[in-house]
């Protein structure tokens, strides 16, 4: 709409230019034109001015020019409202990937301001991280492996079928943060009005249950990744674990960055939920106390880990979640011992 404007003005600036500077030549060729076509005979019942020389029509051909200008002008501006769609899709389609549905609804949207920055807190959200601390002995540059490359294209698969989780419905209250090395970073309850994952549409204030339905969701996208290496294990004739912590509690996200912008989320239940992983055991999934009461109301089995050094937050009570009384969708039913579990003696 703004090219087409601009086209419009500079279209009538250009003829109001041209009858001002020639506008004595024009006059002078139909006067001219005039003269020479009342000395012709005209046809018979061709209407004519008595007693003048007039052309019923004497500016046709400019009037024809301008026509055909204008008509070459709205096909070229067809054309480039049609590349300026396509690149609008293309630019949408970039910043989706980049951040969060919801967070690059803000930034393409018409009434954002350029130095407007995007932050939101949250209180009650979950986060997990989850490494895979033997891939660093997995790593290697040697000419066999192509100078590291089979081993950096190796886990990218491992993090593509990570992803691919994300699109499962169950999981659709899930965001995924960041990967940092062989990290995977990902928290549930920042997408609007997931607090339920759909489960509730009610507007009045939502149980227990209700609330922390996502955090419950996060605990079976951990289970699922497991079982998800495990499927790669078997396949590449590997031997990778994963190291897995998750909290919850409130956040604070936001974007930063101007090049590159990058959504984030930051507090302290992302440090404990860090360090959940760090000091966790290689199969394990890693939870203090607070987020192993919450999921116990909805069936997860959990070992007593016990009392652990936390840098920073000194003693705190973990335990290691096993698995769900009742299985999820992508485990098929069936429970699935992962090794260096710890055996649950329950």
Known sequence: MVKLTLMVLITAAAG??????????????????????SNLPAPAGTPRAH???????????QVEK???????????VHDQ?????????????????????????????????????????????????????????????ESINNGGIECLRFLNEIISD????????????????KTIGSTYMAASGVTPDASANGYSTKKEP??????????????????????????????????????????????LAGVIGARKPHYDIWGNTVNVASRMESTGVMGNIQVVEETHLILKEYGFRFVRRGAIYVKG????????????EKQGSFLNGSSVTLPHQVVDSS
């Open 206 to 251: 939502l149980s227990d249950k209700e609330r922390w339905q996502h955090l419950a969701d996060l605990a079976d996208f951990a289970l699922a990744m497991k079982v998800t290496l495990m499927n790669i294990n078997y396949q590449s004739f590997n031997n990778f674990m994963l190291r897995i912590g998750m909290n919850k509690g409130a956040v």
């Open 51 to 61: 007693g003048t020389g007039w052309n019923p029509c004497p500016s046709c051909p």
């Open 162 to 177: 990570f992803d691919a989780l994300l699109d499962e419905p169950q999981f659709r209250c899930i965001t995924k943060i």
């Open 81 to 141: 409202k049609e590349r300026v769609y396509e690149m609008r899709r293309w630019n949408e389609a970039l910043v989706t990937n980049m951040l969060p549905e919801h967070v690059a609804r803000h930034f393409l949207g018409s009434k954002k301001r350029d130095e407007e920055l995007y932050s939101q807190s949250y209180d009650e959200i979950g986060v997990m991280f989850a490494s895979l601390p033997n891939f660093a002995d997995f790593y290697t540059e």
């Open 313 to 324: 937050k000194g003693e705190l009570l973990t335990f290691f979640l096993k698995g769900r």
């Open 16 to 37: 109001a230019v041209n009858i001002c500077v020639w506008g004595h030549l024009f006059d002078q060729y139909d006067r001219r034109r005039g003269q020479h076509s």
């Open 66 to 76: 301008l026509a055909r200008t204008l008509f070459l002008w709205k096909i070229d």
